[in-house]
């Protein structure tokens, strides 16, 4: 759908933002989290509780938290909240993006003029086994589930087969983590604040070993607790703010679960929703200042430069000896350090996103600063490229 109404004459704006930090956050809740991100996210889009007329909930879980009913939660931190429609919404790794759809259909059909929409996760005080089951449940269990399924064992299988086309290409997923984290050291709200280099990205070492070959360490997003929050408005609530970032177009594209039925060298539902997103927003790929691409392993963002049309397939290695997807380049992707820097709390990831996104429109970066910026991307996934969102943003003024 396109961000706009019905008649697709009022786009649709994210009026407010609010995010907090991720990492490991003992003092942390999953209420507390949701609390503090929605409560940062009102005060930003200066609205009262009591003027929002749904709430949308991104939140994983599949065991993580005992709290499997959280759609009501924010109600504990914004009273004004209550007796307000909210409902909690799941699509895997793309949950938040799922929730922002769900905000901007109510919209688009007259039900709702302010959204708030809330995603969040409460991981690392699971086990380690406990988050990998949950995690694996994003897979065909039938025929990729079993004691051992991981997702990092799913990347590491998509991995070997696109090395096995195209080449060995750990040098390049190497300069993926180490442009990612190198950002990520500017982000204030990011789990890993380290400017880690190539060399040490590069190196299979004992600080950075081998998790299910040929990923390392550095080639997997960290687990983490956080939450973000957006207010989303009809356009004409932002008439007299002195800024103001509109969601021009989205995409959903749901592709096959089992990867066995698929070319999995290939992110062929994610090449679709980037071109669905781009033509309703009537643009191409280079009008683009910056993209936020969901980088949960090295070779997903890899992969998602041949998705996004960046490189044709095979060839997105050389976007990276280019600069390209380096500040500066053609598209810098992941200026805030990504999900490999920035944290995974799965709940939370699409909302964080957009959250980012608006940011650097905004020129209000966390992370690395696109001077000027004007239109940016947005690609969310779930699964091995299953779910799969994209978001075009526009600052117009």
Known sequence: MNGRTADHTDPITILGWGHTR?????????????????????????????????????????????????????IQALPGLRYKPATRVENACASGSAAIQQGLKSIAAGSARLVLVVGAEKMTSNSGPDIQKALASASYVAEEGGPDASFAGIFAQIAQLYFQRYGDKSDALARIAAKNHGYGALNPLAHLQKDLG??????????????????????????????????????????????????????????ALPMSGRDMTFLEGAARAWKLALARAGLALDDL????????????????????????PGRGADLLEEGATSLGGRLP????????????????????????????LAGEPLGAKADGARLGGIFNMGGAGVANYCSILERVR
């Open 333 to 360: 992707v992941n200026l805030s350090g990504g999900l490999k820097a920035k944290g995974h709390p799965i709940g939370a990831t699409g909302v964080s996103m957009h959250v980012i996104a608006a940011r650097q």
């Open 198 to 255: 190539y060399e040490f990205c590069r190196k299979v070492s004992a600080e950075n070993p081998l998790v299910a070959p040929p990923l390392r360490r550095t080639d997997c997003s960290m687990v983490s607790d956080g939450a973000a929050a957006i207010v989303l408005a009809s356009s004409g609530l932002a008439e007299t703010r002195d800024r103001e970032i509109r969601i021009r177009a989205t995409a959903h594209v749901n592709d």
């Open 289 to 312: 200042d910056f993209a936020e691409s969901h980088d949960c392993f090295t070779i997903a963002e890899l992969m998602q430069y041949e998705a996004m049309g960046l490189a044709k």
């Open 22 to 74: 991720f990492g490991k956050l003992g003092d942390q809740t999953l209420e507390s989290l949701m609390g503090a991100a929605a409560r940062e996210a009102l005060e930003h889009a200066q609205v009262e509780a009591r003027d929002i007329d749904e709430v949308v909930v991104s939140h994983f879980n599949q065991g993580m938290d005992p709290q499997g009913f959280p759609a009501s939660l924010p």
